[in-house]
C-alpha cells in the first residue's frame, strides 16, 4: 500500500533553534495532515494541506506541500520546550489516514 | 463535550484471553477508526466504520473484530490476544477533514 516517509526520526534541538521534519512519497499524495502527539497523549490534529505548492502558517510552525505533490514539511521557527512530541504527517485519501512514523522532537532549555 | 471516550486506559491479558475494547464519541459524527501505535512505527490503522452499520478492513486487521453498535459506539474486539498486539490502541472519529483522538489504551498480553 501506499507508503508515507517520515525523516528524521529523532531530533534534539536547544530552546531557540529552528526544527523541520519531512515526508516524503513516491507517488502523488492525495492530501496530507499534520498532527502533533505529546508524550502520553494523542494525536492532535494541526493542520490539512491539499494543493500543489501550498504553504500554510500557524504562529512559529510553518506547513509546505510539494509543487509535485509528493513530499511536505513542517517547520518550527524558534523552538520552545513546548513544542516537545511526535509530529506526525499523514497521507489523507477517501477520509482514511495513512499514517508516517513520525519525528520525535526533545527541547532543552 | 467529552469528545472521544476510550475504556479501559490499561489492561493486562493472558495470552488467549479475549476482551473489548470500548470507544464512544457524542461529536455526532458519522466514521470512527481503531488504530494501533507500536514504537517506532507511527499509527496503524485496524477497521474503520464510515457510517452505522458498515465496516471495512484497514492496515492490519488480522485478529480483531469490530462492531459499529451505532453511531456513537465502536468496539473492538480480540478473541484470542497474543503478545503481539501488545500496544497503545487508540479510537477516533472524522468530521469534514480532522480525525478526533480518543485517550487510548494500553494493552499488554503476557
Known amino acids: 500500500g501506499q507508503q508515507v516517509m517520515q525523516i528524521p526520526q529523532y531530533q534534539h534541538v536547544q530552546e531557540g533553534e529552528d526544527f523541520t521534519t519531512y515526508c516524503n512519497s513516491s507517488?502523488?499524495?492525495?492530501?496530507i495532515q499534520w498532527y502533533k502527539q505529546r508524550p502520553g497523549g494523542h494525536p492532535v490534529f494541526l493542520i490539512q494541506?491539499?494543493?500543489?505548492?501550498e504553504v500554510k502558517k500557524q504562529k512559529r510552525l510553518t506547513f509546505q506541500f510539494g509543487e509535485a505533490k509528493k513530499n511536505s514539511s513542517l517547520h518550527i521557527t524558534a523552538t520552545q520546550t513546548t513544542d516537545v512530541g511526535t509530529y506526525f504527517c499523514?497521507?489523507?485519501?477517501?477520509?482514511?489516514?495513512?499514517f508516517g512514523k513520525g519525528t520525535m522532537l526533545l527541547v532543552s532549555p | 463535550n467529552a469528545g472521544v471516550t476510550q475504556t479501559p486506559k490499561f489492561q493486562v491479558l493472558k495470552t488467549g484471553q479475549s476482551m473489548t475494547l470500548q470507544c464512544a464519541q457524542d461529536?455526532?459524527?458519522?466514521?470512527m477508526y481503531w488504530y494501533r501505535q507500536d514504537p517506532g512505527m507511527g499509527l496503524r490503522l485496524i477497521y474503520y466504520?464510515?457510517?452505522?452499520?458498515?465496516?471495512d478492513k484497514g492496515e492490519v486487521p488480522n485478529g480483531y473484530n469490530v462492531s459499529r453498535l451505532n453511531k456513537r459506539e465502536f468496539s473492538l474486539r480480540l478473541e484470542s490476544a497474543a503478545p503481539s498486539q501488545t500496544s497503545v490502541y487508540f479510537c477516533?472519529?472524522?468530521?469534514?477533514?480532522?480525525?478526533?483522538f480518543g485517550p487510548g489504551t494500553r494493552l499488554t498480553v503476557t
Open positions: 477516533a472519529s472524522y468530521r469534514a477533514y480532522e480525525q478526533y
Open positions: 507517488t502523488t499524495l492525495s492530501n
Open positions: 494541506l491539499v494543493k500543489s505548492g
Open positions: 466504520s464510515a457510517s452505522e452499520g458498515t465496516t
Open positions: 461529536m455526532n459524527h458519522n466514521s
Open positions: 499523514a497521507e489523507e485519501r477517501y477520509s482514511t489516514l495513512t
